[in-house]
Structure formats: C-alpha cells, structure tokens
C-alpha cells in the first residue's frame, strides 16, 4: 500500500473489490447505500446473495477473475462500434 | 466471570481451591502437582487441564468476581500455566500436517492459507445446523460458541502492540469492526449476547462453563495460548485470517437454520452481520494481516502458518466431535451440577 489518495480499490484475486478510504455508495437514484464499515468488499462474480455486498460466494463459484493487467487487451475490434 | 467453575481433576481442584481461599502461600506446589500428574496422551480432551487452562488465562482476561486481580501475574501461576503449555503445544506440533514454505510475500501466503482451509478435515457443523439440527441442539451450539462469542475479537487483539505498518493497520481495522466501530450495542460480543437471549439463553461471558467440554475450551485456549505471547504473534495472526477465512459461508448457513427453526432478527443478526464482514475480513486478514507480517518478518513465515493450521485443527476436531455426538442422539453438555439437597 502506497502512500494513497482519498480511495483505494484492490482487486481481491479470484474474490471481490474492496473498496478502502473515502467512498460513497449510491444506488442508481442516487441515493446513499450503507456502508455499515468503513472498508467494504463489493461482489465481483455476480454470485452473491447479498448484492452488492461480497458473500464469499465466490469460493463456491470458483470465480476466475481475469488479470488485471490483461484488462485492456482484448481487441477493441472485438466490440465494434460505429462512430459517433 | 462471575464465579469460578467446579473443578474437574485434582490440578483443577487445587488450583480452584488456591484462589477462593486467596491463599498464594499454596501456589508453589502445583507446578509440581502437575508434574506428578501422568501424562495423558490427548490433551486435547483433558478436561482437568483444559479448565485449568481457561482459569489460568481468564485472570488476564475479565478474570473473576471473587478472585483477586493480583493473582494474574502470580509467578507460581504462571509456572503452572507454562508446564500446561508445554504439553498443549507438544500435542499440537505432533498433530499438524505439513508447514507450508512459501515465499515471503502477501500474496502466495494468501493462498498457502487458502489451500490449507480447502484441504481441512472435520465434520461441519454448519451444515448440520442449516438442514438438521434440533432446537435443543442450536441452543447447545450457541452454548459451545458463546465461551468464545462473548468476548469475540479480545485473544486476537493482544497482538496489535506487537505489529507494526501494513499488518498492524489491517489488525486495528478488522478489531474496529469486532467492536462496532464505535456504536454502542454493534459489538459482535454484544450482537450473540442477543442472539443468545431470543432463544432464552444466558448472555453473560462464562454462564455455562461448567456445561462445556475440554475440547471447545481447547479451541479457546489454543487463542490465548497465541495471543499472550509474543513469540506467537504470527501465530495468532495466522490463526485470525483462518477464523475470517472460514466465516462468511458457515454463517450463512446457520443463518439459515435459525430461521428453519422459525427465528428471525434479532436471533440472526448475529450471523447475517457476519456473513458481510468477514467477506471483507477475509481478505484484509489473510493479505494485509497474515502476508504483510510475513513481508515485514519473514522469519516468523512458520509460525502464522502453525496458528492457521492450529486453528483448523482444533475447530475440525471440535467440529466432528459436536456432529457426531449429535448424531448418535447424545447431548455435547456435560452434566449440570446435581443440586445439594
Ligand atoms: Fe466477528
Ligand atoms: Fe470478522
């Protein structure tokens, strides 16, 4: 851990983002989700029951997240989109 | 604690007896009354020794009503203790697979710790509590549970002075949230005191000692046993990111089998709470806690790696214990106490 800005998002291998440091949570009206603590883990395999919370389901999944540092390589010609 | 426990062997009675009659003049001979006493090849399931364990590390804890505060740090006390540790520790060393060797860093200790979960024996409970369990049997389980969940996060937190940078900021925020980040009431101790009392239960720490077998004080002990010394502070740092890493999904599970059982909040609270954060105290635990003290200590590798598999060990042993017991129709409580007539 570095010496940080406000936030930090670690990308837990195979596991959820946890999102450290000054955040807010909010739903798509804009209103505040509860954290209930101050460092939270976020469901990145879709499994979870508590949404968008982690449940550890991902262990149940065996959830392969991709590498992160892999992230931007898939071809951009993979997805075409037409000019705007 | 309000009262001490009834002994349960001649070292337990002697040592009971040495702290209601106050009298340190007695304490030398029971470091040599243990001595004496023949080594039982199981310690594990020693209740003579198990409850003198628990006795001698709770006067650092709450300690007792009627006992003294002085006694803690009596020397022939803590002799005793050392001797009872030693054969705990023994049993321990010879009843663990394999320490893992990996290299000193966060990450390939995160998986040497996830790999041990995986390969751990032991029956589950938590499966046993979500499908089958009997509400006689989910009130001894919350029996068992509470001589640890009543003051939930306390052997852990001995170790915060003893650790420094990374894995102390991750000890201090996953502590932060045992203890409800500073709202009355949240503490997890405090959220099972609840859970305890909507099945009737009493909710103050030690109530049922004299109900809970060797074993589970075992699993208790084993905490102490780390978290009182330093030369086991990667001990009880391992043995944390174990409890963390095999918390979310059981109490998701027993969740579901107090409300089979027809409970609702605040009963499950308790469990759904920890379903959530130890999701997050897994991963602070076992990469930041447990991989950043071995980043910043390396020699100290080993011995997290002997609390996790300590941890995993006793908690398999009590476990299997627990559902095979059930399973053969008999109660996992010792006997109450036969009421003088
Ligand atoms: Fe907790
Ligand atoms: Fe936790």
Same mark, same amino acid.
């Given at each position: 851990? =570095?010496?940080?800005?406000?936030? =930090?998002?670690?990308?837990?291998? #195979? ?19 509860? $954290? ?7 469901? /990145? ?6 949404? $968008?919370?982690?449940?550890?389901? @991902? ?17 951009? %010609?993979? @997805? ?5 | ?5 009834? $002994? ?27 001595? +004496?006493?023949?080594?039982? *090849?199981?310690?594990?399931? %020693? ?31 803590? +002799? ?33 710790? =996830? ?16 499908? /089958?369990?009997?509400?006689? +049997? ?5 029996? #068992?549970?509470?001589?640890? +969940? ?10 915060? $002075? ?6 102390? =900021? ?17 503490? @997890? ?42 030369? #086991? ?5 391992? #043995? ?31 469990? %759904? ?7 997050? @105290? ?57 009421? *003088?007539?």
């Amino acid at each position: 851990m =570095s010496a940080t800005p406000g936030t =930090s998002i670690t990308l837990c291998p #195979h596991g959820p983002l946890l999102v450290r440091g000054d955040f807010e949570l909010l739903d798509a009206m804009g209103l505040t989700v509860d $954290p209930r603590r101050g460092t939270v883990a976020l469901c /990145r395999c879709g499994g979870s029951l508590i949404k $968008p919370f982690c449940d550890g389901t @991902h262990k149940l999944l065996e959830f392969q997240a991709p590498d992160p540092t892999a992230a931007r390589a898939p071809n951009i %010609d993979d @997805h075409p989109r037409s000019p705007t | 604690m309000r009262t001490l426990p009834r $002994p349960r062997g001649p070292l337990s009675s002697a040592l009971l007896n040495l702290l209601e009659r106050d009298d340190p003049s007695r304490a030398p001979e029971l470091a040599d009354r243990m001595e +004496q006493s023949p080594v039982d *090849p199981d310690i594990f399931f %020693d209740e003579d020794l198990q409850l003198c364990l628990f006795v001698l590390y709770e006067l650092h804890y709450s300690g007792f009503d009627s006992v003294a505060d002085r006694w803690e740090w009596n020397t022939d006390l803590l +002799q005793l203790r050392s001797r009872i540790e030693e054969r705990f520790e023994t049993r321990i060393m010879q009843s663990i697979p394999a320490i893992p060797r990996v290299e000193a860093n966060a990450q390939s200790v995160a998986e040497a710790l =996830s790999a041990m979960v995986e390969a751990a024996p032991g029956r589950s409970v938590a499966d046993f509590v979500a499908r /089958r369990a009997t509400i006689d +049997q989910v009130r001894e389980f919350l029996v #068992h549970k509470s001589i640890y +969940q009543l003051k939930e996060a306390d052997p852990h937190t001995w170790a915060i $002075p003893r650790l420094g940078g990374r894995a102390k =900021s991750a000890l201090v925020e996953i502590q932060g949230d045992e203890y409800g980040n500073g709202l009355p009431g949240r503490m @997890h101790s405090q959220l099972f005191a609840r859970t305890m009392a909507g099945l009737d239960l009493d909710g103050e720490f030690g109530a049922y000692i004299d109900r809970i077998p060797a074993i589970v004080l075992a699993s208790v002990n084993l905490m102490s046993l780390f978290g009182l010394q330093r030369r #086991h502070r990667g001990a009880i740092c391992g #043995h944390l990111a174990i409890y963390e890493m095999t918390s979310s999904l059981p109490n998701a599970k027993y969740a579901r089998g107090f409300r089979r059982l027809g409970f609702g909040a605040p009963v499950t609270d308790y469990f %759904d709470e920890h379903v959530e954060a130890d999701a997050v @105290h897994e991963q602070i635990a076992a990469r930041d806690l447990a991989g950043g003290l071995v980043e910043a200590e390396p020699q100290v590798a080993g011995n997290v790696f002997l609390g996790a598999a300590a941890a995993l060990l006793l908690d398999g042993l009590a476990g299997t214990w627990q559902v095979d017991t059930w399973e053969s129709g008999a109660t996992t409580l010792l006997p109450a106490a036969e009421v *003088p007539a």
